[in-house]
């Protein structure tokens, strides 16, 4: 007999397959049971079926029980946290009215119990808030009195936003993360809309301290894909993945995340219906994305806007990128600061105004072809919360991990820049300190004095761009080891390409908030260690009358 060896247990994805599988949902108290009835007797003013039935397709079914089925012996929920990236077009708006309905007036409300709907601005809370006015008005139209008095029992008060259970004093409110106040929440149903594109925290922190003072309270993230990874949704999304893929053990949160990833063949229609749940329902048109598709195709921003709204491809911050930031984060392996002692080191710096983020990366030959970099930055400590306000990333974290040294006062210490340069040329044989020559006459007129082997490099295209090519070649190539500094990773993931008409290409900021000045210091800081292999002299290279080496 032929010995039949164990086969390699299946790596788990995020993927929800069991929306799909028809694997049991536990449901020991009906209460799955229960909420699905409710959803079913509801109406929908736009809904072409017979008489304006909600449509509950059987992939939202399973979701609505999963949420709702699972009990604990006492009856209490098991999931208390529902985080679902959905594409647009996936009728994200109506499973979330009547979810809210189903807490409100139906068999999941409480005695005065607050039921929000939490939107990135004013219009968006808006949009939710008629949804569920909709659905109220066309229920009333039932022929079945047990569900057509939710009409008659909505007290409706329409400058608030605010739909109330007459009978129950359940009330039913539509907010916004752009509001003047935040605070005063204590939701037991709260759904977070969009949650991509919420630039505050205030209100995300109201609502999750709301939700843990109330027992037995949900909270549903709904919402596509968004960009970069130093932001509010990143933080939630990434946690599902986790509990998805078994990383992490959290029952009491259900991840549906219908993403797709970055290697798929985004024109290939099968993608397409793996990414849109609905599609099979005929939601989206299946006609509207064929056209933009083939838009796409022609128009680079369009292909990512394609890709990140219909398939949940989760985009870096830049539309026109420099690298795939998934290549990129391949060099995360920790470095080894031990092995770099008295080794060549080429520094690259970035200098910025007074007020903001300043970049020193060191730059280093591996054993191969390839470079190890090690960046610092620099901020006034007094601005790290204005900065991370503004720019929406962790300053303060980031300063209390040692990614970023706060210098005292509002402005950047130039004394602290000038000290870790030294510092570098003490551990590490520095063979060239190159400086972005903007802002930099406070740091280097002192190290030139003391002869150390300063130069400032040109930043327009005549010696950006080949660097440019330097860099790239080196982390397409995975020869480019960061460690996988957090600070340094945005400002990659910010870099914008400009291509003139030649084929010379520049850095730029993809929106005028994000800082690039340490994807600035390494082009600066690798291109010389390449230039630098052959051990040449700094001296060897030609000097303008005005000072500006061309290299």
């Known amino acids: 007999m032929k010995l039949k060896l164990p086969t390699k247990p299946k790596k788990r994805t995020s993927y929800p397959d069991w929306v799909f599988d ?50 604990h012996a006492d009856g209490t929920r098991v999931v208390k946290t529902v985080v679902m990236m959905l594409p647009r077009g996936s009728r994200k708006t109506s499973l979330a009215a009547a979810l809210a309905l189903l807490h409100t007036f139906g068999p999941e409300r409480t005695p005065g119990g607050e039921v929000l709907s939490a939107a990135s601005d004013r219009s968006q809370a808006k949009i939710a808030f008629e949804e569920v006015r909709g659905v109220i008005q066309a229920t009333g139209q039932s022929t079945n009195p047990n569900i057509s008095k939710i009409e008659s029992l909505a007290r409706i008060t329409d400058h608030k936003h605010k739909i109330t259970n007459a009978k129950h004093g359940s009330f039913y409110a539509c907010v916004s993360s752009d509001a003047a106040s935040a605070h005063g929440h204590t939701p037991v149903f709260a759904l977070v809309d969009e949650i991509h594109v919420w630039k505050k925290y205030d209100l995300w922190q109201a609502i999750k301290g709301g939700l843990n003072k109330t027992p037995g309270s949900l909270l549903v993230i709904a919402t596509t894909a968004g960009r970069g990874q130093n932001n509010l949704a990143w933080e939630q999304i990434d946690y599902a993945r986790k509990v998805a893929r078994g990383d992490i053990e959290d029952p009491a949160t259900l991840p549906v995340l219908f993403e797709t990833s970055k290697d798929a063949d985004w024109e290939d229609e099968a993608v397409w219906y793996r990414a849109n749940p609905g599609l099979k329902h005929g939601y989206p048109d299946i006609g509207g994305l064929r056209q933009m598709a083939r838009e796409a195709k022609e128009r680079p921003s369009d292909r990512i806007a394609f890709q990140q709204f219909h398939l949940n491809i989760w985009q870096d911050n830049s539309l026109s990128p420099f690298v795939d930031m998934s290549v990129y984060d391949e060099g995360a392996a920790p470095i080894d600061f031990d092995q770099l002692r008295n080794r060549p080191c080429w520094i690259g710096v970035d200098m910025s105004v007074t007020t903001d983020l300043t970049a020193v990366v060191a730059a280093f030959r591996d054993d191969g072809d390839g470079y190890i970099v090690v960046p610092q930055f620099f901020c006034p400590e007094d601005r790290l919360p204005e900065r991370a306000e503004r720019d929406k990333v962790p300053y303060p974290l980031w300063a209390d991990d040692g990614f970023i040294k706060p210098t005292p006062g509002n402005v950047i210490d130039y004394r602290a820049v000038e000290a870790h340069i030294r510092e570098l040329c003490e551990l590490y044989d520095v063979r060239e300190i190159g400086f972005d020559k903007a802002y930099a006459q406070p740091v280097m007129a002192p190290l030139m004095e003391d002869g150390l082997p300063v130069v400032t490099i040109q930043q327009g295209w005549f010696t950006q761009s080949p660097a440019l090519n330097i860099l790239e070649r080196a982390i ?49 800081a690798v291109s010389r260690a390449a230039e630098g292999s052959d051990e040449r002299s700094i001296y060897d290279t030609d000097e303008r009358p005005d000072g500006i080496l061309i290299f």
């Open 22 to 71: 028809n694997s049991p949902i536990a449901d020991p108290f009906g209460f799955g049971e229960r909420a699905v009835n409710f959803l079913r007797a509801l109406k929908h003013p736009k809904n072409p079926l017979p008489g304006n039935a909600f449509q509950l397709d059987r992939w939202q079914e399973r979701i609505v029980r999963a949420i709702y089925g699972p009990r």
């Open 476 to 524: 397409v190539s995975r020869a480019l080891q960061h460690g996988n500094h957090p600070v340094l990773r945005w400002c990659f993931s910010n870099v914008a390409i400009h291509t003139d008409s030649a084929g010379n290409r520049t850095m730029h900021k993809a929106k005028s908030t994000e800082k690039i000045d340490g994807a600035i210091a390494t082009w600066m």
